[in-house]
């Protein structure tokens, strides 16, 4: 069975702190792995990652991916409070019947704080 | 804002009941997803449709359905509600292609008491 866990799945740090997020899968036919943020409502957009070893940065946030063990992490540094929320890590894996390419194996989130 | 728009916000209705959620993508996107959201579940993948055709289905029971119009936009529809479907439910589009990012509309909070 397709599987995304996320770790950990709450974090509490003080502003300024550098916080690193993991998320590792087991998944058939693997396409790319995806990173959101959801504050209050929709989910919104980071990163998607589809090549081991390269980086993709945003700023203060970057992500990687290694294919080879089969996990991504997302590192943001110098931390504010408006980077609480929940942080999701998905897979696109192709395993829904239609074979269709997109929909989205999500983790449960790692629910990140940031305290002043 | 992501240009998904869904409505309504919010919805609360009696168990057994029927309701539709709308939802119209971003501009240009040809693929419309339903995805569920509860506290213990998280976001469960639901049904996929591409120019209005169904493309993927994922745990979608079979007391709910969904089509994408010629408009491009897409219905959920959920019947003989029950007490466990309550939930957030969330649409998302993306143009289509391998490999594109999904945007996420603000989803619509359906509570059935």
């Known amino acids: 069975e397709d599987k995304v866990v996320q770790s950990p799945l709450s974090l509490v740090v003080h502003e300024g702190d550098t916080v690193t997020l993991n998320c590792s899968y087991e998944?058939?036919?693997?396409?790319?792995l995806l990173w959101y943020k959801q504050e209050k409502k929709a989910p919104t957009f980071l990163f998607m990652l589809?090549?081991?070893?390269i980086e993709k940065k945003s700023g203060r946030l970057s992500s990687i991916l290694d294919k080879k063990e089969l996990f991504s992490i997302l590192n943001i540094t110098a931390t504010q409070t408006g980077d609480s929320a929940i942080y999701l890590c998905?897979?696109?894996?192709?395993?829904?019947?239609?074979?269709?390419?997109?929909?989205?194996?999500f983790g449960k989130g790692t629910h990140l704080i940031i305290q002043p | 804002d992501s240009g998904v728009t869904q409505t309504p916000k919010h919805l609360i209705t009696a168990t057994g009941q029927r309701v539709t959620l709308r939802c119209s993508p971003r501009?240009?996107?040809?693929?419309v997803y339903w995805y569920q959201q509860s506290l213990d579940q998280g976001l469960q993948f639901l049904i996929q449709?591409?120019?209005?055709?169904?493309?993927a289905k994922g745990n979608i029971l079979e007391r709910f359905s969904a089509q994408q119009f010629p408009d491009l936009h897409s219905e959920l529809n959920l019947s003989s509600l029950e007490l466990g479907d309550s939930a957030l439910y969330f649409c998302?589009?993306?143009?289509?292609?391998?490999?594109?990012?999904?945007?996420f509309g603000n989803g619509t909070r359906l509570t059935v008491t």
């Open positions: 998302a589009s993306s143009v289509g292609a391998e490999n594109s990012p999904l945007h």
């Open positions: 501009s240009g996107d040809l693929s």
């Open positions: 449709y591409y120019n209005g055709e169904e493309r």
């Open positions: 998944v058939t036919n693997f396409r790319s």
């Open positions: 589809t090549s081991s070893g």
């Open positions: 998905a897979v696109s894996c192709g395993k829904y019947s239609g074979g269709g390419a997109d929909g989205l194996t």
